[in-house]
């Protein structure tokens, strides 16, 4: 049978065998010393009413003896959850600049050769490798002026630190 009760310290639910009842250990979410309290006693039923058995005690698995420890530590642990990180307008207030370059791919085609590797890595190269802070592709749709057919192309968007 288990023990429920609450860490006098933090309030935290605890669940504890009830052959620890009295012992004393530490609460494994704020470190704090507690004992285990006595297990409460089940009621008895009223004469007349039904004894209720609960199968799963009479089984095999409920015989089985659980050695299951509380863990100990010497201090309080790190939080599972950090901090999280500043907001873009956080970091424009402390004085970082934030960019965006826009290279369509439309734009970087000149009498049918393809430059669009080359004004990538050359704007890439300009910026600094420690600039960039985030590269995304996206697509769009533009209409050719020759055949005046929808065209679907892509592009990068660069995001950098000025």
């Not at 873009?88 to 004085?95: N, R, T, V, Y």
């Not at 290279?103 to 004004?119: A, L, P, S, Y």
């Not at 960039?132 to 749709?141: S, V, W």
């Amino acid at each position: 049978m288990d023990i429920n009760f609450k860490c006098r310290h933090c309030e935290q639910d605890l669940t504890i065998d009830a052959t620890a009842s009295g012992s004393e250990i530490q609460c494994p979410a704020c470190a704090g010393t507690i004992v285990v309290p006595a297990a409460a006693p089940a009621p008895e039923p009223a004469a007349g009413e039904p004894k209720i058995v609960n199968p799963i005690s009479t089984s095999a698995g409920a015989k089985e003896v659980k050695h299951f420890v509380v863990p100990q530590r010497e201090k309080v642990p790190e939080p599972l959850i950090g901090k999280p990180l500043k907001s873009l307008e956080a970091g424009a207030h402390e004085g970082i600049q934030l960019r965006i370059k826009c290279i369509r791919h439309h734009d970087c085609v000149e009498v049918g050769k393809d430059h669009f590797d080359d004004v990538v890595t050359t704007f890439l190269n300009k910026i600094g490798e420690a600039s960039i802070i985030k590269l995304d592709t996206f697509n769009y749709a533009h209409r050719d002026l020759e055949t005046r057919d929808w065209v679907t192309d892509y592009g990068v968007f660069i995001f950098y630190k000025n």
